[in-house]
């Protein structure tokens, strides 16, 4: 049975999550609150969203040692990174995880023979510069910090990327490029840090119902019923968040660089 988290303030995880204000971070941070963890909810703009968060998380605190906080930045500019960092270590005083997990659709979906460089770039930089340089800033701290982590078994750090990582939707290719990239991002700092007490893994949702996917509900719930999600339905921010908690929680501690599938099934080879 696990033992419950500290009610002390000092002692409590922080998690920094960014793209916290709504859809999957959002159920990432509520359960993490849920199981007693402190919380930097990201957002990029929409203050009011993540403000909608944290009354979430605090509605959901297990203790009263628990904090959140609602940190702005755009995470594909440099200067905006370096902000969300210092923001979180002044409001918390420690980062102990960072789950990357901010990301954007192309703004117009086009065949990758029409597609333009601005989408490519303003994608890239937030799906991928971003996390990786986001993950450069933190896990510098962590390297500053050794052992100081109030995790079991260390620091964490996670990438939520996408079954976009390995298929391929040529009417959105700067988001699948974006998504495999996260995936060597994760064996990268996997590999760089695992003998500095850091794990890293990768989480790779489905389809999930968000506002991201709103546009195409129709078109994926019939696919769904159809058979294409084994476990026929849509995932959710909920089901990301219990995969992101028992990794943060050391469920898995003779593990780093590993690839969660939280999508179903969707990823088996089925004839």
Not at 22 to 45: D, K, N, P, T, Y
Not at 81 to 89: F, G, Y
Not at 98 to 106: D, F, H, T, Y
Not at 212 to 232: F, N, R, S
Request: proline share 4%.
């Amino acid at each position: 049975m696990r033992a419950p988290m500290s009610q002390k303030s000092a002692e409590t995880p922080v998690v920094l999550v960014t793209g916290a204000s709504r859809g999957l971070g959002r159920g990432i941070a509520q359960c993490l609150a849920r199981e007693g963890m402190s919380v930097a909810v990201h957002f990029a703009s929409n203050r009011a969203a993540a403000d909608a968060t944290v009354a979430d998380c605090q509605n959901s605190a297990r203790h009263p040692g628990q904090r959140f906080v609602a940190v702005g930045g755009n995470i594909g500019d440099s200067a905006d990174r370096a902000r969300i960092v210092s923001e979180t270590l002044s409001a918390f005083g420690q980062i102990d995880a960072l789950v990357n997990n901010a990301g954007i659709a192309p703004r117009v979906r086009a065949d990758i023979v029409e597609a333009t460089e601005e989408s490519f770039d303003e994608v890239i930089g937030v799906n991928l510069k971003g996390p990786y340089f986001l993950s450069q800033s933190v896990v510098r701290s962590w390297l500053a910090h050794p052992g100081a982590a109030r995790l079991p078994g260390g620091y964490k750090l996670i990438f939520v990327s996408s079954i976009s990582a390995y298929l391929a939707s040529i009417n959105r290719g700067e988001y699948c490029i974006s998504k495999a990239g996260l995936a060597m991002a994760t064996k990268l700092w996997a590999s760089r840090l695992a003998t500095d007490g850091v794990q890293v893994f990768e989480i790779r949702p489905g389809i999930m119902a968000t506002d991201m996917t709103a546009g195409v509900k129709e078109k994926y719930d019939k696919l769904i019923a159809e058979g294409l999600v084994p476990q026929q339905r849509w995932g959710t921010g909920d089901d990301v968040g219990r995969a992101v908690t028992a990794l943060l929680e050391g469920a898995f501690p003779f593990s780093t660089g590993d690839v969660f599938n939280v999508d179903g099934g969707m990823h088996l080879r089925r004839l």
